[in-house]
């Protein structure tokens, strides 16, 4: 039995009293399940990717949880069970959530059946994604509620509220945690699962089907919904007033409460469980009680600009910033700016310099062969989101621009086609990316009848986010035996006649066949083939060191970027030689391919014991 279903045990033994740590996402995810969930998709994006991971954990006769091929299929997954009268949550990241931004939209409009609710997780501080997005700008684009817990047991509550608030007020709900929520442990306490039957399907078409005629007698039902929300809201406990110094009240939402708590306890709070609607009367009633109001939220001034507006003397993004995570450090910093606390003494530099650790592909990557090969081709290489995007570094510096998930194949469309660019035309998309986004893109290559070379970086799993299952992979979230996709035959349905699929450690087959799919003419296709050292399952063969007799520190194996090969402290000519770590090495052979040291069979590098 897993540990979830343990938990699920105890708990309704227990009469629902049972407390546990778990991280925000765990915490999403019990109060999906606790709420009656049926179905749950996503599609695995750091930080949001242990949502989905965490609810195929409880029973199948509970809930179906599937990884979809990107994150707009999800949503219209979890639409089609919400058509069907069953609770379905989807998860994203929030770039994620740019791709299902079209579904969202429309959904808006013609509202749920079964309760739908979107968990998306926003990265203040990019640690993770390739931009700062703030989610809360598209709840208010879509008209649709956004509730912000502050904590693991906010996220779990939260959750299951979200569920009946979708079908309270007709609309698709938003739970928006950010990286340091989801990924924060805490204790938690748990409840039983609310056993939800299914409605029966509603037909109506006229409600159903999106069309110019139904927006517009939708239309006001969707402000009319606002407004109904905004005065839920305001009456609703979670809106939480907590009254102290009249001469300081602060407006909070999301974590931000945790760092005003933890900075200026004796200030007045007026504590949000949504940016979007407002609680208006709440914030009116409250900001009249205090002499000087703060608004302290992350990312954007979302609740400080609708504040502002109702004419209320607001100070917010003026003190505290809209770049990055907040903290309790810099809100105390931008307490310390408006006069309201002192600064404290500066303190003494650290007495060591930390040590830096560059971004480096893992030892042995499959990634380092298939980009070894580009550097030295003068191509010009497009790019795309997965551990590859790493290749643009030093020392394999063979990657030209990267935009978003699937973008590559389009970006060398556009390159081949605005013939202005002399070099030969590389997109580089992993195989997940492939399924998410770049199917669309090949077509129009071909159709459009471009000249590029598209590398198809086939390592058998979702790499970057933890080694999920994709259709690529033959298996599901679950684990279940399924479809495997066929890239081979893909590419040809979509009329690509060259393709060819290389061992990524190969590099001299590799590299002659990059060279003759580039001077193809039209869309050619190469499968560079092998399966992610590290996930799922941990790869290790017999470990390669260096004959230090034999190394003349010439740095081929260096330009690897294996971070497995180091300088050593013996010279040669004054330069240092290489070594190998042996706990990181995982016998490859790529170093030992680009060793030129003549007159040793296996050059300066053999295998070790």
Same mark, same amino acid.
């Given at each position: 039995?897993?540990?979830?279903?343990?938990?699920?045990?105890?708990?309704?033994?227990?009469?629902?009293?049972?407390?546990?740590?778990?991280?925000?996402?765990?915490?999403?995810?019990?109060?999906?399940?606790?709420?009656?969930?049926?179905?749950?998709?996503?599609?695995?994006?750091?930080?949001?990717?242990?949502?989905?991971?965490?609810?195929?954990?409880?029973?199948?006769?509970?809930?179906?949880?599937?990884?979809?091929?990107?994150?707009?299929?999800?949503?219209?997954?979890?639409?089609?069970?919400?058509? +069907?009268?069953?609770?379905?949550?989807?998860?994203? =990241?929030?770039?994620?959530?740019?791709?299902?931004?079209?579904?969202?939209?429309?959904?808006?409009?013609?509202?749920?059946?079964?309760?739908?609710?979107?968990?998306?997780?926003?990265?203040?501080?990019?640690?993770?994604?390739?931009?700062?997005?703030?989610?809360?700008?598209?709840?208010?684009?879509?008209?649709?509620? &956004?509730?912000?817990?502050?904590?693991?047991?906010?996220?779990?509550?939260?959750?299951?509220?979200?569920?009946?608030?979708?079908?309270?007020?007709?609309?698709?709900?938003?739970?928006?945690?950010?990286?340091?929520?989801? %990924?924060?442990?805490?204790?938690?306490?748990?409840?039983?699962? *609310?056993?939800?039957?299914?409605?029966?399907?509603?037909?109506?078409?006229?409600?159903?089907?999106?069309?110019?005629?139904?927006?517009?007698?939708?239309?006001?039902?969707?402000?009319? $919904?606002?407004?109904?929300?905004?005065?839920?809201?305001?009456?609703?406990?979670?809106? $939480?007033?907590?009254?102290?110094?009249?001469?300081?009240?602060?407006?909070?939402?999301?974590?931000?409460?945790?760092?005003?708590?933890?900075?200026?306890?004796?200030?007045?709070?007026?504590?949000?469980?949504?940016?979007?609607?407002?609680?208006?009367?709440?914030?009116?009633?409250? +900001?009249?009680?205090?002499?000087?109001?703060?608004?302290?939220?992350?990312?954007?001034?979302?609740?400080?600009?609708?504040?502002?507006?109702?004419?209320?003397?607001? %100070?917010?993004?003026?003190?505290?910033?809209?770049?990055?995570?907040?903290?309790?450090?810099?809100?105390?910093?931008?307490?310390?700016?408006?006069?309201?606390?002192?600064?404290?003494?500066?303190?003494?530099?650290?007495?060591?310099?930390?040590?830096?650790?560059?971004?480096?592909?893992?030892?042995?990557?499959?990634?380092?062969?298939?980009?070894?090969?580009?550097?030295?081709?003068?191509?010009?290489?497009?790019?795309?989101?997965?551990?590859?995007?790493?290749?643009?570094?030093?020392?394999?510096?063979?990657?030209?621009?990267?935009?978003?998930?699937?973008?590559?194949?389009?970006?060398?469309?556009?390159?081949?086609?605005?013939?202005?660019?002399?070099?030969?035309?590389?997109?580089?998309?992993?195989?997940?990316?492939?399924?998410?986004?770049?199917?669309?893109?090949?077509?129009?290559?071909?159709?459009?009848?471009?000249?590029?070379?598209?590398?198809?970086?086939?390592?058998?799993?979702?790499?970057?986010?933890?080694?999920?299952?994709?259709?690529?992979?033959?298996?599901?979230?679950?684990?279940?035996?399924?479809?495997?996709?066929?890239?081979?035959?893909? +590419?040809?349905?979509?009329?690509?006649?060259?393709? =060819? $699929?290389?061992?990524?450690?190969?590099?001299?087959?590799?590299? *002659?066949?990059?060279?003759?799919?580039?001077?193809?003419?039209?869309?050619?296709? &190469?499968?560079?083939?092998?399966?992610?050292?590290?996930?799922?399952?941990?790869? =290790?063969?017999?470990?390669?060191?260096?004959?230090?007799?034999?190394?003349?520190?010439? *740095?081929?194996?260096?330009?690897?970027?294996?971070?497995?090969?180091?300088?050593?402290?013996?010279?040669?000519?004054? $330069? %240092?030689?290489?070594?190998?770590? *042996?706990?990181? +090495?995982?016998?490859?052979?790529?170093?030992?391919?680009?060793?030129?040291?003549?007159?040793?069979?296996?050059?300066?590098?053999?295998?070790?014991?």
């Amino acid at each position: 039995m897993s540990s979830v279903a343990k938990v699920v045990e105890t708990a309704d033994a227990a009469g629902g009293l049972e407390v546990r740590p778990m991280t925000g996402n765990e915490a999403i995810a019990r109060g999906a399940w606790e709420a009656g969930v049926r179905l749950a998709s996503a599609y695995p994006g750091t930080p949001s990717t242990e949502i989905l991971e965490n609810l195929a954990l409880y029973p199948r006769e509970d809930l179906h949880a599937q990884w979809s091929t990107n994150e707009k299929v999800a949503l219209d997954v979890a639409i089609g069970a919400s058509y +069907c009268g069953v609770r379905a949550l989807t998860a994203a =990241k929030h770039v994620g959530l740019n791709v299902a931004a079209d579904a969202l939209l429309s959904q808006a409009y013609i509202g749920v059946h079964g309760g739908l609710v979107l968990a998306i997780c926003d990265d203040p501080g990019i640690h993770s994604s390739q931009t700062e997005q703030d989610t809360r700008l598209y709840a208010r684009l879509a008209t649709v509620p &956004v509730l912000e817990p502050a904590d693991a047991q906010e996220a779990l509550e939260y959750t299951r509220l979200a569920f009946d608030l979708s079908e309270e007020f007709d609309t698709p709900v938003i739970v928006r945690s950010t990286t340091r929520l989801s %990924h924060t442990r805490a204790p938690v306490r748990v409840g039983p699962r *609310q056993e939800v039957p299914p409605k029966p399907f509603r037909e109506e078409p006229e409600r159903n089907v999106i069309m110019p005629s139904l927006s517009r007698r939708q239309r006001p039902r969707i402000i009319a $919904r606002e407004k109904n929300l905004e005065a839920w809201f305001s009456a609703s406990a979670l809106t $939480r007033r907590e009254m102290r110094s009249a001469k300081i009240g602060v407006i909070t939402v999301g974590m931000a409460y945790v760092y005003v708590k933890e900075v200026l306890p004796e200030a007045s709070v007026l504590k949000l469980p949504s940016s979007y609607p407002l609680a208006r009367d709440a914030i009116r009633e409250f +900001c009249a009680s205090v002499e000087r109001v703060f608004v302290v939220e992350e990312l954007e001034a979302i609740v400080e600009t609708e504040v502002r507006a109702m004419g209320i003397d607001a %100070h917010g993004k003026q003190f505290f910033t809209r770049i990055g995570e907040l903290s309790a450090e810099n809100v105390r910093e931008g307490f310390v700016a408006a006069g309201i606390l002192a600064a404290r003494p500066a303190m003494p530099p650290a007495p060591f310099t930390p040590l830096v650790r560059p971004p480096v592909l893992c030892a042995g990557c499959p990634h380092i062969g298939s980009y070894h090969g580009l550097r030295g081709d003068d191509a010009r290489v497009t790019g795309d989101i997965g551990c590859y995007t790493l290749a643009a570094l030093k020392p394999l510096a063979a990657m030209d621009t990267c935009v978003s998930m699937g973008s590559s194949i389009g970006n060398a469309v556009g390159m081949s086609l605005s013939r202005a660019e002399r070099k030969p035309i590389v997109a580089t998309i992993g195989d997940s990316t492939f399924l998410h986004g770049g199917i669309p893109a090949l077509i129009d290559a071909v159709y459009n009848q471009a000249n590029i070379t598209v590398l198809l970086l086939d390592n058998r799993t979702v790499a970057m986010t933890g080694g999920q299952d994709h259709p690529g992979t033959g298996k599901t979230l679950r684990g279940d035996k399924t479809h495997k996709v066929d890239y081979e035959a893909i +590419c040809r349905a979509a009329g690509v006649s060259w393709i =060819k $699929r290389i061992d990524s450690y190969d590099l001299a087959v590799g590299h *002659q066949t990059l060279r003759e799919a580039m001077e193809y003419d039209g869309v050619a296709v &190469v499968i560079s083939d092998r399966p992610c050292v590290l996930d799922p399952v941990k790869i =290790k063969g017999t470990p390669f060191r260096v004959r230090a007799e034999a190394c003349t520190a010439c *740095q081929s194996c260096m330009n690897l970027g294996c971070p497995a090969i180091t300088w050593s402290d013996e010279l040669f000519e004054g $330069r %240092h030689k290489v070594q190998i770590d *042996q706990s990181l +090495c995982i016998g490859c052979s790529m170093c030992v391919q680009v060793c030129p040291t003549d007159g040793l069979a296996c050059g300066a590098i053999e295998a070790g014991a």
